[in-house]
T-cell receptor, first 110, second 111 residues
Framework: NAGVTQTPKFRVLKTGQSMTLLCAQD?????MYWYRQDPGMGLRLIHY???????AKGEVPDGYNVSRLKKQNFLLGLESAAPSQTSVYFC?????????FGPGTRLTVT | RKEVEQDPGPFNVPEGATVAFNCTYS??????FFWYRQDCRKEPKLLMS???SGNEDGRFTAQLNRASQYISLLIRDSKLSDSATYLC????????????FGSGTRLLVRP
């Protein structure tokens, strides 16, 4: 039982490049979330999903897109990366209340 | 005002000490409360939920004061392995399944 997994673990992008971060969970959770965490700051919600085929904007959605074609997967896309998107990205899933996190993706945009 | 506020610390305590953290939240209608633990460069992990009557899990005790809108975490007999950042978490004003995370309180336990 892997819980929540994320790929890749690390990535370096140049400004303007695109990429997709993949999150997968095997707990049959309905809800999934993407957060970013910057030094000295709390987790900020980027986008979330309340079920397969649904997505919604969180606190800081600009510059990101998401898709949830399958219940177990939640993808986060950066269409044109900017240095301000350098961060650690965490995916989480939840059944009702508690959220469980993946190990994170460290992204650097130069 | 931030929705969840915590003292960033660090709290630097010797092994065996008792240490307490508080956090305040702004939404009086919040129903779900948690403490998460985050080790350096790792993901947050659920430490414990916080119930209205207060609850204990081994050396950890969590309390909720709804009237004053604060949550506390007490750690007894601190271990070196308790060194981490502790995140106070409450549910969002607009939904029960969205959580708001505090910026965390850093704890350093020294030998």
């Amino acid at each position: 039982n892997a819980g929540v997994t994320q790929t890749p673990k690390f990535r370096v992008l140049k400004t303007g490049q695109s990429m997709t971060l993949l999150c997968a969970q095997d707990m049959n959770h309905e809800y999934m979330y993407w957060y970013r965490q910057d030094p000295g700051m709390g987790l900020r919600l980027i986008h979330y999903s309340v079920g397969e085929g649904t997505t919604a904007k969180g606190e800081v959605p600009d510059g990101y897109n998401v898709s949830r074609l399958k219940k177990q997967n939640f993808l986060l896309g950066l269409e044109s990366a900017a240095p301000s998107q350098t961060s650690v990205y965490f995916c989480a899933s939840s059944g009702i209340y508690e959220q469980y996190f993946g190990p994170g993706t460290r992204l650097t945009v130069t | 005002r931030k929705e969840v506020e915590q003292d960033p610390g660090p709290f630097n305590v010797p092994e065996g000490a008792t240490v307490a953290f508080n956090c305040t939240y702004s939404n009086s209608a919040s129903q779900s409360f948690f403490w998460y633990r985050q080790d350096c460069r790792k993901e947050p992990k659920l430490l414990m939920s916080v119930y209205s009557s207060g609850n204990e899990d081994g050396r950890f005790t969590a309390q909720l004061n709804r009237a004053s809108q604060y949550i506390s975490l007490l750690i007894r007999d601190s271990k070196l392995s308790d060194s981490a950042t502790y995140l106070c978490v409450v549910n969002s004003m607009d939904s029960s399944y969205k959580l708001i995370f505090g910026s965390g309180t850093r704890l350093l336990v020294r030998p």
